[in-house]
C-alpha cells in the first residue's frame, strides 16, 4: 500500500529557508503534489506534478521528488506561510490516492 | 470562479446515514473527475474516494468501502456521497474536491469549505 512519511513539525525564521521531505516507494513513479492548510480553511494546492506551481503561488514555493522523497522548500519564508503542509500522491490511474500526516511549519 | 459548495452535514448517531453533497459552479462540471477528503478534529487530511466525469470509474479508501457511495448528477452539477453504518471514527470536515487529470497527474486543484459530520449517540 501506499505511505507517505512527513516531519511532524519545522520552525524557521522570517527571510528564511524551509525543506518539508515527503518520502514514500510510491514517489518513485507517481508525482508528488504539496497542499497548505490554514486553520479553519480548506487545503490549497501549491505544487503540483512534483514541481509545478498553480496560477496564483507566490514564486517562493517549489518542488522537487528525487526518487522515494518529495521535497517542497519555501524560501524567504514569511509569516502568512505558517501552516500545515500535506504531500499527496495517488498511482497512475487515479483510482487510489494517499496523503502524507502532514508537517506544521512554525515561523518564529 | 470555480466554486464547490458542501452540504448535508449535521449529527447522526452511530450507525446512521447521511447524505452530503457538493454544489459545483463556474466550470464545466460534467468533464472532471470528481474527489472527497476528509479530516477528522485535530487530525490529517484522508482521502474518501473519486468519481470520474460519466461516473464509469468510482474507487473508494478502504476505511469507508463498502458503507460509503459516491454519485454524481453531471445535469444538476452536484457531487454526492451517501454514507452509512457511520461511526464515530468517520467524525469529520468532508471536503469536496475537483481533480484536474492530466495523463498521470491526478491533483486536487480546487477545494469547497467543507461540511461537518457529527457521529455521537
Known amino acids: 500500500s501506499y505511505e507517505l512519511t512527513q516531519p511532524p513539525s519545522v520552525s524557521v525564521s522570517p527571510r528564511q529557508t524551509v525543506r518539508i521531505t515527503c518520502s514514500g516507494d510510491?514517489?518513485?513513479?507517481?508525482?508528488a503534489y504539496w497542499f497548505q492548510q490554514k486553520p479553519g480553511q480548506a487545503p490549497v494546492l501549491v505544487i503540483y506534478?512534483?514541481?509545478e506551481r498553480p496560477s496564483g503561488i507566490p514564486e517562493r514555493f517549489s518542488g522537487s521528488n528525487s526518487g522515494t522523497t518529495a521535497t517542497l522548500t519555501i524560501s524567504g519564508v514569511q509569516a502568512e506561510d505558517e501552516a500545515d503542509y500535506y504531500c499527496?500522491?495517488?498511482?497512475?490511474?487515479?483510482?487510489?490516492?494517499?496523503f502524507g500526516s502532514g508537517t506544521k511549519v512554525t515561523v518564529l | 470562479e470555480v466554486l464547490l459548495v458542501e452540504s448535508g452535514g449535521g449529527l447522526v448517531q452511530p450507525g446512521g446515514s447521511l447524505r452530503l453533497s457538493c454544489a459545483a459552479s463556474?466550470?464545466?462540471?460534467?468533464?472532471?473527475?470528481m474527489s472527497w477528503v476528509r479530516q477528522a478534529p485535530g487530525k490529517g487530511l484522508e482521502w474518501v474516494s473519486a468519481?470520474?466525469?460519466?461516473?464509469?470509474?468510482?474507487y473508494h479508501g478502504d476505511s469507508v468501502k463498502g458503507r460509503f457511495t459516491t454519485s454524481r448528477d453531471n445535469a444538476r452539477n452536484s457531487l454526492f456521497l451517501h454514507m452509512n453504518s457511520l461511526r464515530v471514527e468517520d467524525m469529520a470536515v468532508y471536503y469536496c474536491a475537483r481533480i484536474a487529470t492530466s495523463g498521470i497527474s491526478h491533483p486536487f486543484d480546487y477545494w469547497g469549505r467543507g461540511t461537518l459530520v457529527t457521529v455521537s449517540s
Open positions: 510510491a514517489l518513485s513513479n507517481q508525482y
Open positions: 463556474g466550470f464545466s462540471f460534467r468533464t472532471y473527475s
Open positions: 506534478k512534483d514541481s
Open positions: 499527496q500522491s495517488t498511482d497512475r490511474h487515479g483510482s487510489y490516492y494517499v
Open positions: 468519481i470520474n466525469s460519466d461516473s464509469a470509474f468510482i
